[in-house]
């Protein structure tokens, strides 16, 4: 997979520094976390369970505010803004792909997208129009009028990435993304959200699965709250 072309003069999409956060009584759940990421990239985050990488995704996704630290997305210091101004950047900016799917049930397939697109303000035949271009590209048109729950796990998978991204996030994180999934629909769903790279967006998958850690163009490590690169990367 290719990596996009950046110029040196764009600063990056997520530049954090020094980044703590401290669960009582005494858990440390990340400890002086720095990390930059550049528009175009991938980037694999590893690590066991209970070493931090969920709780440094709810920070990257502004779900939660770090005790210490500075997170700037995209140009913009995030560490004085008012909730009202986080959700909006959530909103506007981020986009999720979680190993749980949260499709809502009652909603049709394209409904599901529809609702994603409403959210930001995007109606009418323009979002359709974006709706069946990302059922199309996830190979789901023809389940468009179908129930979450009458989908395979993978099919829902796709679901969620096509909701994810038909909203052309800055930053999309994954959260175990294909935990749920056979190999082959793993595959399937690595590849549709390694595509959606371009040059104004990144992506952050948070994985125990070393051959999605490997296909990304960077992997760090999150080991008792301490966050380090390692070698590899782009071998998918």
Known sequence: MMAHARSNAAPPLVLMSGITQQFPPNTTALENVSLSLDHGQSLAIVGPSGSGKSTLLAILGLLEKPDGGDYILDGRALGKLSATDLAQIRKNDIGYVFQSFNLIDYLSVEENILYALTIKGIRGSQARDRMHRALENVGLLHRRNASPSTLSGGEQQRTAIARAIVTAPKLLLCDEPTG?????????????????????????????????????????????????????????
């Open 180 to 236: 749920n999934l056979d190999s082959a629909n793993s595959n399937i769903i690595l590849h549709l959200i390694l595509d959606s790279v371009a040059a104004n967006n990144a992506v952050i998958i948070v994985t125990h699965d070393e051959h999605i850690a490997a296909a990304c163009t960077r992997r760090v490590v999150l080991r008792d709250g301490h966050l380090r690169e390692t070698p590899g990367g782009g071998t998918l």
